[in-house]
């Protein structure tokens, strides 16, 4: 198999219903990896059955003190809990900043798909505590 041949699957979140086949929607490629990140980084340790480790506790830092220090606690987070269960993937770069105005933080990852030739991928999201 080519390094451009390689293809993930993953059924998405929304579990929407294909219009043709009527089974449920899956993610392709990039979008199902970005969603497994997404997932792998919003689960709390803890809150998977049979797998009491799986997941990240980034969520526990949003109730922190809303600096730098914080943000290198959740990148260090980031980078342990990706580098541990997604192995898919290599991150490139990721930037964590506080967003004093919207209180919480933004992040900017970039990371390349193990094994493929595709450029690497931008994903930026914000972090805020939620009630």
């Keep these: 198999m080519a390094t451009s041949d390689i293809s993930f699957k993953d059924i998405n979140i929304t579990f929407k219903k294909h219009p043709i086949t009527d089974d449920v929607v ?3 490629d990039n979008a199902a990896i970005k969603q497994a990140i997404v997932n792998l980084l919003l689960t709390n340790k803890g809150e998977r059955l049979f797998n009491p480790n799986y997941g990240s506790n980034i969520r526990s830092y949003l109730f922190e003190q809303l600096d730098y220090g914080t943000a290198g606690l959740v990148r260090n987070s980031i980078i342990r809990t990706i580098s541990e269960f997604e192995p898919r993937i290599s991150v490139e770069s990721l930037e964590v900043i506080p967003n004093y105005d919207d ?19 931008q994903v930026e999201f914000f972090l805020t505590r939620t009630r």
């Design 26 to 28: 899956v993610s392709k």
């Design 103 to 121: 209180n919480g933080f933004d992040v900017e990852m970039t990371y390349i798909i193990r094994g493929s030739d595709v450029t690497p991928i």
